[in-house]
């Protein structure tokens, strides 16, 4: 069980081209220019305070989408193959990258993790079934699924045959498994692509009908890889989550669906930060059952390995969403970079991987 939590500061958009940028990624104390492992942001409080917050990687405002996928989810498809499960979440406040990050744009080099995650599942199964001259049956099918409201909804289903309880979880030999749910076999990335894009009009379609439903929804998508020989079956899932908005929605509006909704979000992300930190620490129980989303994806409980990314905005007017987004992130830890010995389950070439996940916040005062 492994656990990487990186953080990506987004560039200024075109509208925000005239503001300041307050995140910066630096590298950490005086080592050789390395690749950065701190986030800085101001004290919203002090001007000539800073805080400063410590993970395995920052990507900043010039890290491309290539980038973030070679160098934090590529690595992991090998273990995908061997067996492991691997979870990859976006977590950050609406408005920070989290859809652009998974997702992405339409361009080739704007394509997000997803697309390039089953990009390049599909050339490791061509690869497997050539090196073992078919030998080997390699096997896809994914599903989709948000929870909104701590209720799970098929998103292969059209938001007008939802049923408004959603789908039932089911306990199925220690694993929790959602009843119901559409399995779609995709043989090809072109497949893929057709039944993720009609998915996410299913997405958004319910989006219109409820306010900003779709920032407020956790987005899961699970692909599973089973691989046949003549003696083994081998199955093992990725899964890629594109969180809801961690904001706190009680502080815009709070009329009543809102509260129900943030209070559900709140929850269910707290209970994420909380099995993340100890998976980190290498804890044996994992709090994973007290939110339905990490019951499904029973983050703990399985040999896997698990990526969180932080996606952060630049400026000013994310202040305080931003700074809540990295303590919260931060909130139940106390570990000493160095003190754990936590050996990661994979390593990135000629980098080094920090020790905790995270640390911080350290003040710093500017001379
Ligand atoms: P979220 O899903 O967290 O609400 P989005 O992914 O929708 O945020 O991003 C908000 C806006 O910022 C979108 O217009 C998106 O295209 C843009 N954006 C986010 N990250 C990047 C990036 N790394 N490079 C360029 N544009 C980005
Ligand atoms: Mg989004």
């Known amino acids: 069980m492994s656990v990487r939590v990186v953080a990506r500061?987004?560039?200024?958009?075109?509208?925000?081209?005239?503001?300041?940028?307050?995140?910066?990624?630096?590298?950490?104390?005086?080592?050789?220019?390395?690749?950065?492992?701190?986030v800085r942001i101001p004290n919203p409080r002090n001007d000539s305070e800073s805080f400063?917050?410590?993970?395995?990687?920052?990507?900043?405002?010039?890290?491309?989408?290539?980038?973030?996928?070679?160098?934090?989810?590529?690595?992991?498809?090998?273990?995908?193959?061997?067996?492991?499960?691997?979870?990859?979440?976006?977590?950050?406040?609406?408005?920070?990258g989290k859809t652009h990050t998974m997702r992405g744009g339409k361009s080739l080099a704007d394509r997000g993790v997803i697309p390039r995650l089953l990009s390049s599942i599909y050339r490791q199964n061509r690869k497997i079934e050539k090196d073992t001259a078919g030998g080997t049956q390699v096997e896809v099918a994914m599903s989709y699924y948000e929870i909104y409201n701590d209720?799970?909804?098929?998103?292969?289903?059209?938001?007008?045959?939802?049923?408004?309880?959603?789908?039932?979880?089911?306990?199925?030999?220690?694993?929790?498994?959602?009843?119901?749910?559409?399995?779609?076999?995709c043989m090809t990335l072109k497949e893929f692509e057709q039944l993720y894009d009609q998915a996410n009009i299913n997405r958004s379609t319910s989006a219109t009908k409820l306010n900003a439903h779709s920032s407020r929804s956790h987005a899961i998508l699970c692909v599973k890889v089973t691989q046949t020989?003549?003696?083994?079956?081998?199955?093992?899932?990725?899964?890629?989550?594109?969180?809801?908005?961690?904001?706190?929605?009680?502080?815009?509006?709070?009329n009543k669906e809102r509260l129900v909704e943030s209070s559900s979000i709140n929850k269910s992300l707290f209970v994420l930060a909380q099995c993340v930190?100890?998976?980190?620490?290498?804890?044996?129980?994992?709090p994973y059952r007290e939110s339905k989303m990490t019951r499904i994806l029973s983050l703990g409980q399985n040999n896997g390995i698990t990526l969180m990314?932080?996606?952060?905005?630049?400026?000013?007017?994310?202040?305080?969403?931003?700074?809540?987004?990295?303590?919260?992130?931060?909130?139940?830890?106390?570990?000493?970079?160095?003190?754990?010995?936590?050996?990661?389950?994979?390593?990135?070439?000629?980098?080094?991987?920090?020790?905790?996940i995270i640390s911080g916040p350290n003040i710093q005062r500017q001379p």
């Open 9 to 38: 500061i987004r560039p200024l958009l075109k509208l925000e081209l005239d503001k300041d940028t307050i995140v910066t990624a630096e590298s950490q104390g005086n080592e050789a220019p390395s690749s950065p492992t701190v």
């Open 52 to 96: 400063s917050f410590q993970f395995n990687s920052v990507y900043d405002n010039e890290a491309t989408q290539q980038q973030l996928f070679d160098q934090e989810v590529k690595p992991t498809v090998k273990h995908l193959f061997n067996g492991f499960d691997v979870t990859i979440f976006a977590y950050g406040v609406t408005g920070t």
């Open 151 to 185: 209720k799970v909804f098929d998103l292969f289903e059209p938001p007008e045959k939802r049923t408004p309880a959603g789908l039932p979880i089911r306990d199925n030999h220690g694993k929790s498994v959602v009843v119901g749910l559409t399995e779609r076999p």
């Open 229 to 254: 020989t003549e003696t083994t079956v081998r199955v093992s899932t990725v899964s890629a989550i594109d969180l809801a908005g961690s904001e706190d929605n009680r502080r815009t509006d709070n």
């Open 277 to 286: 930190e100890a998976i980190s620490r290498k804890q044996s129980r994992i």
């Open 309 to 356: 990314i932080l996606n952060l905005a630049p400026v000013k007017s994310y202040h305080l969403d931003t700074l809540s987004s990295l303590n919260f992130a931060n909130r139940t830890k106390k570990i000493e970079v160095a003190e754990v010995e936590n050996e990661p389950a994979f390593r990135l070439p000629a980098k080094p991987l920090a020790a905790s």
